[in-house]
């Protein structure tokens, strides 16, 4: 069990990124893994030109990798400023403009998740009226992923990196999920467990897991502190993927860590091979 068992797919917008985007793919595969998945690569263009697009689907069939994760348009990542959909004007724009391509994209790479980050809170704007966009903006969201044959993700970050971001704990984002699976009548919505982010936020992750793991779509792992590969913190990380397995999760593991000041096809000595 553990790290030999698992799905693991590599998120290509921290790891692999020594490279340019379009020879990440073939670094991934080179390294090991058929699966990957991605931040919103343009994040100043929520709506790139099509020639961008048609190229990184090329780069991925090329290399023989599967996009199996996508992040809808949330800003510039990481830092921040992360999150777009709750927060009033341009940027629930630009989210909203982002729908349909991000989804077509994830229909014709057979990407099953899209994940959509919830938006800071702001100054000038009631938490309830964000939220009401926030919930707006995630049911036209969940409408996309559904099109594309996709989960729609909710995900909660740490307070230390993200302090302006309102989803802190699993609670929090399984509650949002809730609500858009009750507005939407879809019922694809499910909370992104990333056990870094939860952990910075000093989560009890056994409890996590045994409460929520029911509801998870997708999980995401880095050691901390330090947000680096398995190993190089105090994380238990093995364990806790086996208490995920032994819990009924059975889908992918994205690794989303720093590989630190070596490249990135260095940083999988923990993984069994």
Not at 101 to 116: E, P, R, Y
Not at 148 to 156: H, K, N, P, Q, T
Request: glycine share 10%.
């Amino acid at each position: 069990m553990g790290f030999g068992d698992q799905r693991f797919t590599v998120n290509l917008s921290l790891l692999f990124t020594e490279l340019p985007l379009l020879e990440r793919p073939a670094a991934a595969a080179a390294a090991g893994f058929d699966a990957v998945e991605l931040w919103w690569p343009w994040p100043d263009a929520p709506v790139p030109e099509q020639a961008e697009l048609d190229a990184l689907r090329t780069a991925l069939d090329t290399a023989g990798t599967r996009l199996t994760g996508l992040n809808f348009y949330a800003g510039r990542l990481p830092g921040p400023d992360r999150g777009a959909l709750s927060v009033p004007g341009a940027e629930s724009e630009r989210f909203r403009a982002n729908l349909d391509v991000a989804a077509g994209f994830a229909a014709a790479t057979g990407c099953t998740a899209l994940n959509a980050l919830y938006g800071n809170r702001v100054e000038g704007v009631t938490a309830a009226e964000q939220d009401l966009l926030a919930l707006e903006n995630l049911v036209l969201a969940a409408r996309a992923a559904d099109r594309a044959g996709a989960v729609l993700l909710i995900e909660a970050l740490n307070e230390p990196e993200s302090p302006h971001y309102p989803l802190l704990d699993a609670a929090a984002a399984v509650a949002v999920a809730d609500k858009v699976d009750a507005s939407s009548g879809l019922g694809n919505a499910r909370f992104l467990m990333d056990l870094y982010h939860l952990s910075m936020n000093g989560a009890d992750l056994e409890q996590v897991i045994d409460a929520h793991a029911g509801r998870t779509g997708h999980v995401q792992i880095a050691d901390n502190p330090g947000r680096g590969a398995p190993g190089t913190g105090t994380l238990p990380l093995a364990a806790l993927l086996d208490r995920l397995a032994a819990a009924g999760y059975d889908g992918h593991v994205g690794l989303e860590y720093k590989p630190g000041d070596r490249p990135s096809a260095e940083s999988f000595g923990w993984l069994p091979r």
